[in-house]
C-alpha cells in the first residue's frame, strides 16, 4: 500500500482462529478468514489487535502470521504490535513493516500501569527506533491497558511522529477533540469502538476499525456507504441493526461473540481461550439461536442499502 494512500472505510478488527488443544494460531483458518473479509467488500483487516487476542501469541507466531496474511490478502492489512515492553514492540513492528503491512496498531504497554509521562516517552522512543519505516497508529484502547488521555493524544500526534490514532475509548468528547485536530494536520482518525461509529463517521472520521465487522462486515460495509453517500434513513435502519450486535457482544468476554457468530457463517474458529461457565454457556446457545435467526434479515437489508 502507497504510504500516502489515507486508511478510510471499514477496516476489520479481525479474530485469530486456533487449532484445538494447542496455543498456536491455526494459519491456514486464518487465512481463509481474510479471504472471506476481502469478498465482503470491506477496506482491509486490523490483526493481532485485542479482538485478535495477540497476547495468547508469541512473538514469532505474531510475525509469521502478519507475514502470511499480508501476502494473501487482497486489501490493506493493518498489523498489531502490542507488547508489555518497548523492546518488544520495536522488533514485532520491524518484523511487520518489513512484511508490508500498512500500518502499525501500537497501544500502550499492557498489564502494569504507567504515568501519561511514561507512555508519551513509550510511543516517541518507538517512532525513533522505527525511523519512519511504517505508519504509526495510536492505539487507545482503555478497557484493556493504560488510557492515552486527549492531552496525551493530542501532544503525540502533533509530533509529526504518528500517522493518527485508532481511539476505542469510545468517548465520543475524547473523539471530537481528535477530530478537530485531524482538521488542522494529515491525521487519520479512525473509531475503534463500533458503538458510536455512526455518529463518529457522519462527523468526519476517517473510517473504523470493527470488532463486529469480523462476524457481519457486510453489515458496516453497507452502514459505511449510507453514511458517505448521505442515506440518513439507511444509516439509521443498519445502525439500529449494529447497536443489537452489540448488546449481546457486551454480555460475554470480548472476543467471544464475535468468535462464535463467525463460527454460525461457517468459518473455522477454533475454540475460546477460556470455557465459560454453566450460565454463560446457556446464554451463549441462546445468541447463537438468535444470530441464526437475525443474519439472514441483516444480509437482506445491507444489500438493499
Known sequence: MNPDTPITGVYVAAVT??????????????LELVDFLANAGVNGIALLGSTGEFLHLTSDDRVRLVQLAVKRSRVPVLAGIGHSTLDGAIAIGR????????????????????????????????????????????????FFTNEITPETSIDLLSSGEFAG???????????????????????????????????????????????????????????DRAIQNNR?????????????????????????????????????IGPLAVPLGSTGQ?????????????????????ARA
Open 95 to 142: 518484523e511487520a513493516a518489513s512484511a508490508g503491512a500498512a500500518g502499525l496498531l501500537l497501544m500502550p504497554p499492557y498489564f502494569f500501569r504507567y504515568s501519561q509521562e511514561d507512555i508519551r516517552e513509550f510511543y516517541m522512543q518507538f517512532a525513533a527506533a522505527m525511523s519512519r519505516s511504517a505508519r504509526i497508529f495510536l492505539y487507545n484502547i482503555p
Open 165 to 223: 490514532i485508532k481511539d476505542s475509548s469510545g468517548e465520543y468528547q475524547h473523539f471530537e477533540k481528535l477530530l478537530e485536530l485531524s482538521r488542522q494536520n494529515a491525521l487519520t482518525v479512525l473509531v475503534g469502538n463500533d458503538r458510536i461509529f455512526t455518529r463518529a463517521r457522519q462527523a468526519g472520521a476517517h473510517g473504523i476499525v470493527s470488532g463486529v465487522a469480523c462476524a457481519v462486515p457486510e453489515l458496516l460495509v453497507a452502514l
Open 232 to 268: 440518513a434513513n439507511d444509516a439509521q435502519r443498519l445502525d439500529a441493526k449494529l447497536q443489537e450486535f452489540i448488546g449481546w457482544h457486551d454480555q460475554f468476554p470480548t472476543p467471544v461473540a464475535i468468535k462464535t457468530a463467525a463460527a454460525e457463517r461457517g468459518l473455522t
Open 282 to 302: 446457556k446464554r451463549l446457545e441462546e445468541f447463537r439461536e438468535w444470530f441464526r435467526n437475525w443474519l439472514p434479515e441483516v444480509q437482506k437489508d445491507a
Open 17 to 30: 482462529p486456533h487449532r484445538k488443544g494447542s496455543a498456536e494460531a491455526d494459519i491456514g483458518a486464518t
